[in-house]
């Protein structure tokens, strides 16, 4: 049967480094830490793939940030990112080197090209991942994943096919540090795409304002408290130059975008400060945002249960405390100008 593998000849931790523009994508170095994690406990390589054209300087810093080797394809065919080109590359390489695990940033780029790499490899894919572990009995990858809209957990492993594959949502792990003094190989690999696997091609180009939250020192996050009105959410974050954000609820009440969405389906974020408005404090919200390093709750309902995981509380109307704060801000911010 198609898909059935020897397991024992299948071995490493591969990362893919995304990348646009010769600029890493955070998430590749979020799963090399990961990745780094998994390896040591496998007794396996951890080996970074990048594929791009004059992409040399990401293949060292992925030396630095804790792979041991880099398979490098650097060709102009990679510019701009198109899904052909990259997945038949990553296949053969996967078909040629025979990975044992391959994680994959839970990006645009990465949801796009994952499945052209799973499919024709018969491998076991794992999307939109939170966790990462291995079986200690039979080290096998546990890729835990939310399901059923975010109300439960799933754990998945993979016990035939290889390579054990998964898509990691951004934000959920922290990022390798560079170490300049750490060593390891960079191999360039054999370019085997040509014009024949563009079925598509890139007319335009046209980079908008695009929201990343994860990437936010300060997040002030509004809830179904907020009754639709996230005025006084934004003014408080403008103030203290961070970025809003909501919970599921209000996202699917079509009070703000998607891409604002933080917990279990949307993004988790770390931000050194979260100011949760409005919000009650469900299990799918907090798994977003727990990890934050200061947590301030404002909510009228003494007994919700944000302010179980909050450092700080504030019980009352969040329409009447966030402009008090932001006033508050405004004027301490006005006397050090």
Known sequence: MPGEVDTEDYADVWVFIEQHDGEAAKVSWELLA???????????????????DSVAHLAEEA???????????????????????????????????HPDVVLIGGSHT?????????VP???????????????????????????????AMATIKCVEHRPQMATVRPGVFD??????????????????????HQRSRMIERVVGDITDITDANVVV?????????????????AALGGEVAATR????????????????????????????????????????????????AINDDPNAPIFDDADYGIVGDLFEICPA??????QKRGETA
């Open 63 to 97: 030396i630095e940030r804790g792979a041991d080797e880099v398979l490098v394809a650097e060709d102009p065919i990679f510019e701009p990112y198109l899904p052909g080109p990259y997945g038949e590359q990553f296949r053969y390489l996967v078909e040629e080197r």
């Open 325 to 330: 704060l932001t006033e508050l801000i405004e």
């Open 249 to 296: 609820e209000a996202v699917e009440e079509g009070w703000i975008e998607a891409a604002r969405q933080v917990g279990q389906t949307g993004k988790t974020v770390k931000p050194d400060l979260y100011i949760a408005c409005g919000i009650s404090g469900a299990i799918q919200h907090l798994e977003g945002m727990n990890d934050s390093k200061t947590i301030v």
């Open 175 to 196: 990022a390798a540090q560079p170490d300049p003094d750490r060593e390891g190989t960079i191999t360039e690999v054999e370019v085997v795409v040509d014009e024949s």
């Open 121 to 151: 490899t018969y491998a076991g894919l794992t999307a939109d991942c939170t966790e990462l572990d291995i079986e200690p009995d039979t080290g096998l990858l546990l890729a835990k994943r939310p399901t059923f809209g975010g109300d």
């Open 221 to 237: 996050a509004g809830g179904y408290g907020t009754e639709g009105d996230f005025g006084p959410v934004e003014d408080l974050a």
């Open 34 to 52: 990961k990745g780094r994690e998994l390896a040591d406990e496998k007794g396996e390589r951890l080996v970074a793939l990048v594929m791009g």
């Open 110 to 118: 990465g949801r796009d090209f994952a499945g052209r790499v799973a």
